[in-house]
């Protein structure tokens, strides 16, 4: 099994009317490593939202027809969503548009709400009726509400803000305006950037950014509301500098694309000196370093680069089949990984091979990964994995299960050595990993899947079915 994101954020804000939704497209298609389950665009022509949401990826749902069909406008919101077993269904599609006293509203969403239990229990004591599962419909509710009482939407969702605990980045699109913010803990990566035409975009990574031209400005700050409108760009930093930043360091080993850059850090370069550390730290002798397609690459090359031994490309994977874990079921897995991962034999055949991945989370895709370097004939295999054991669950939007399912937690090292096949295992010191992770001259992250020290209490057991609803919602809908 490998980690699933939990969802990728995008939005456009164009002085000038024009076609937002193929550059929401092409933002969408950028970040679709961030979710594959389903994926959506609104487009905002003046007050009047079209929208399009389906299960399924980008480049499946929005076809020439279904894009033209969004017409143009000055707004767009798109996103792209990995949903957890059970979750993944149509009412879950995000953006999420609501027709509210004050307008309309398009909200799509990254993270997990600690506290999303009790703010829901607390809205349907009043009355409030709910179409899914997710965060974004509490979020959604929670600004309709206080957008009542408050002079204008930005102010509706920094009062929201202080309500919520978790992480968070949400983008808004009202009639007018487009809105991004970021939870005070920055744990989900957020920014902007601006194209020569003058368009805005906003994006949970700024791969989309590079995607439709625009060249990035800057990250959101974590607590940040930053507002896009006709009167330029503005912020609200109420909640700036409230909490210690905790961003998320899994970012930077598995969740975002090496070409994007984070907070300010590369990935590409965060994960060259993951490779390097380890390869200090646990040295061997051996032929040919590889790494596991996608985010093992660049550790791998990192860890060939201080080792002096030849980086070679160990795997074909096939680009046409999504992540292993588009297929819920334990034998589809399986196939899955056989049929993504080709070992290329010549590159391994009767060679001591280091392998590189970026974590092992149960183990049993791990272990059916080096069966196939087996197959393929390498002599010895020695798997170096860049980052340190996962022994705690995240609460904060990315999906690493209970610690019951961990390997890590429930077995030493040595065991999950024997289980994954093996001739060595060594994964990446967390103090190793705190040395890499330096921004701006301090350490600002969350480790808390390795080291159990969460910036917040853990959430509340959820009865997850409760929230589970499966209908199938009206596709397309216009509002006024
Ligand atoms: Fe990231 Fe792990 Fe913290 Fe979750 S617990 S936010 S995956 S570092």
Known sequence: MKIREECGVFGVYAPNEKNVASMTYYGLYALQHRGQDSCGIVVNDGGVFTAKKELGLVGDVFTKEVLSSLGNGKIAVGHVRAGTKGTITQANAQPLVVSHIKGCMAVAFN?????????????????????????????????????????????????????????????????????????????????????????????????????????????????????????????????????????????????????????????????????????????????????????????????????GIPYEIGFLKNKYIGRTFIFPEQKDREDQVRKKLNPIASAV???????????????TTSARIVKLLRDAGAKEVHFRVSSPPFLFPCYYGTDIPNKEVLIANQHTQEEIRQLVGVDTLNYLDLEDLKKIAILDGKNSFCYACFDGKYATEPPKALEASKYEVKININEKTKRH
Not at 280 to 292: L, S, T
Not at 349 to 363: E, P
């Open 111 to 307: 993270g997990n709400i600690i506290n999303k239990s009790e703010l829901r229990t607390g809205l349907e004591l009043q009355g409030s009726i709910f179409h899914s599962s997710t965060d974004t419909e509490v979020i959604a509710y929670e600004i309709i509400k206080e957008r009542l009482n408050q002079p204008s939407i930005e102010h509706a969702i920094s009062s929201v803000m202080g309500k919520l605990d978790g992480a968070y980045t949400i983008v808004v699109m009202s009639p007018t305006k487009l809105i991004a913010c970021r939870d005070p803990r920055g744990y989900r990566p957020l920014c902007y950037g601006i194209t020569d035409e003058g368009d805005y975009v906003v994006a949970s990574e700024s791969c989309a950014l590079d995607a439709v031209n625009a060249k990035m400005v800057r990250d959101v700050e974590p607590g940040e509301i930053v507002i896009f409108d006709a009167m330029g760009v503005r912020s609200i930093k109420d909640f700036c500098n409230t909490k210690k930043q905790s961003s998320c360091i899994f970012e930077f080993v598995y969740n975002a694309r090496p070409d994007s850059i984070v907070d300010g850090y590369s990935v590409h370069q965060a994960r060259l000196e993951m490779g390097k550390y380890l390869a200090k730290k646990y040295p061997v002798e051996a032929d040919v370093v590889i790494g596991v397609p996608d985010s093992g690459l660049d550790a791998a090359l990192g860890f060939s680069k201080e080792s």
């Open 349 to 363: 055949a009767g060679k001591r091979v280091v392998m590189v991945d970026d974590s092992i989370v149960r183990g």
